[in-house]
């Protein structure tokens, strides 16, 4: 996923952030396995732009009461904080807005992705079931113009009706199977909502390498032998080799 592809992580815009988006629970997903991914060092321009998305969302983000629960998770937090390296204290306050920002929207996106996926298996399910009625009033339609037909051709002086019901049963039939069809359609496109959706779902997240490389992107803390910047142009005759 491209970085600078900002509509894959962000959908919300904000007059007070330099660049015009912040980080939504929509775009979280797509970010956290941006950052999973990264791999140092990385573009100038790349790491700009993260720090200033990271940055810009976390001064509009609106920190929850104080709670037990919440106090609980920043101490513990801190002390992965402290563990990674990251020392100066504003750093350290900065980056636990950073993740508890990060923590909220992915607590937001479980619970949107599972009522996602609740509406998608029901729906899929109202599939099944429609694509078996169909075919069974279907082909009920069918034994009905056959044995409307066989009776028309028995009676010598059949009424009216022996007429019409086959030609009812025809129709019938040809609507029923003509749903089919656009409901195996339709079962393919709920499937492949399904699959994405289960595909992009973060289930738990890994606050050590998080916390890690969002230090390093933040410039909070420096590692001897990782470069965060790339320190030659890209279209060089050398390349550095990327670290985690």
């Known amino acids: 996923m491209a970085i600078n592809n900002r509509q ?3 959908n919300r815009r904000n007059n007070d952030t330099l660049g015009g ?23 100038v321009a790349e790491v700009l732009e993260m720090r200033d998305l990271i940055n810009h969302s976390a001064d509009v983000y609106e920190e929850p009461a104080d709670v037990p629960q919440n106090r609980e998770f920043r101490e ?14 504003h750093h350290c306050d900065r980056l636990l807005k950073v993740l508890g920002m990060l923590r909220s929207m992915h607590y937001q996106h479980s619970i949107a992705s599972r009522d996602s996926e609740l509406r998608l298996r029901e729906a899929m399910a109202q599939n099944r079931i429609a694509r078996t ?3 069974r009033n279907g082909s009920v339609a069918l034994v009905v113009v056959a044995l409307s037909g066989l009776a028309w051709m028995m009676i010598d002086e ?18 029923y199977f003509h749903d089919i069809p656009r409901l195996e359609r339709d079962m393919e496109r709920l499937t492949q909502e399904r699959n994405l959706l289960l595909r992009k779902r973060v289930e738990s997240m890994d606050w050590r390498i998080l916390t ?19 320190q030659q142009p890209e279209t060089g005759p050398h390349t550095t080799t990327p670290q985690q």
Request: hydrophobic share 50%; proline share 4%; aromatic share 12%.
């Open 133 to 135: 009625t169909s075919r």
């Open 8 to 10: 894959a992580m962000t």
């Open 76 to 89: 513990t937090l801190e002390q992965t904080i402290h563990a990674s390296g990251v020392e100066n204290r």
């Open 212 to 230: 890690h490389k969002l230090a390093l992107l933040l410039g909070y803390k420096q590692v001897q032998g990782i470069e965060v910047f790339q």
């Open 21 to 43: 988006v912040t980080l939504t629970t929509l775009g979280f997903p797509d970010f956290y396995a941006r950052i999973q991914a990264l791999r140092f060092p990385i573009s």
């Open 158 to 175: 059949a009424g009216w009706i022996f007429k019409v019901v086959p030609l009812l049963s025809i129709l019938a039939s040809f609507g």
